[in-house]
């Protein structure tokens, strides 16, 4: 039985390329041909991938694949965001017109096709459909074709096993931290159904096989815990010594649900990085006589004594801002820069 083996032997070999010619000498084998990658290390590791799915992995149209799928679950993205806030299912009833409630037909539902060619408008009462559904839907998009370069097309080209496991979990994190981000953005609330689930996988992940994450069960568990700590107490102790609250909890959930996927750095970096980034775009925009949500937050909870009122006096540091999305924008940057962020925090901690 044929066996293939590649190793890299420089960091000048085009790697690519080298793949590709191996894949397109492995033919069409059988099913017990495998395909042996080993980095050039002292004690080469050898990683078998078979080699068909080595040439379905590696073809030009993979990662375009990856995309459209995650159009697909961007267009579901833009259901749970209308529908979840005001517990509805989203499986039924199935999408309709806003405005006229009539059925979208299934060729009116293709992700960002049926919008384009329908200039954004319903095809029976014409009446506009918001820019939002185009763009979560291409964001599904973005999310599904970069997670799979890094996750999957990146290992493969280095020499090692595609990750496709790591590829559908981080998936599933970055299409949660969409929902969130719009959620609050509009009604000032973060799903349960949302982040709470998406933190229990994080933590099973963890716990039986913390390679496909980063931090085992015990590290996961705690950032959790910390990170919905960090918000319940300091919303506590607002509403203890000033009656108001100053967090919600919804962002607590999803600090745990970051510091399930992340661990500590991540969950560090997110809390850090997002309050700055908060700040840097909401004060110029109240400087601007413009705010971050899309509603105002005592129009959409009522007279709720706990949220106390924004201070005039306090200037533009006491606008009213949905901390979840800067969180969410952090968490991104973390997912997609790790490597870079976690030698930051090397360089930091270093003496």
Known sequence: ????????????????????ALAARAGSPGPADRVRWAPMLPEPTVVEVDPLLLQVLMA???????????????????????????????????????AC??????????????YLLLRGRCRHC????????????????????????????????????????????WFVFGLALLIATYTDLDLWLIPDEVVLPVAALGLVVAAVDPGVLGPGIAEAAVAAAAGYLLVAGLRWVYLRYRGIEALGLGDGKLLAMVGAFCGARGLVWTIAAGAIQGLLVAIPLALLGKRVANTDLQEVHGDDPELGEEDPDAGVMGVRVPFGPFL???????????????????????P
């Open 1 to 20: 039985m044929p066996r293939y083996s590649h190793r890299r032997t420089g960091a000048g070999r085009d790697l690519a390329a080298d793949a590709r």
């Open 60 to 98: 030009w149209w993979a990662p375009m694949v990856a995309f459209v799928w995650g159009t697909l679950w961007g267009s579901f993205a833009n259901v749970a965001i209308w529908r979840l806030p005001r517990g509805m299912s989203v499986v039924r009833p199935g999408s309709a017109c806003p």
């Open 101 to 114: 409630e009539r059925p979208i037909a299934w060729y009116d539902n293709v992700p960002i096709l049926s």
């Open 126 to 169: 014409k009446e506009p459909f918001a820019l939002r559904y185009l763009v979560v839907e291409l964001l599904g998009g973005v999310l599904g074709f970069t997670l799979y370069l890094q996750f999957v097309l990146r290992p493969l080209v280095e020499g090692g096993a595609p990750g496709l496991l790591a590829w559908l979990l």
């Open 328 to 350: 969410a924008l952090a968490a991104f940057e973390y997912m997609f820069l790790r490597e870079h962020i976690e030698a930051l925090w090397a360089a930091f901690l270093s």
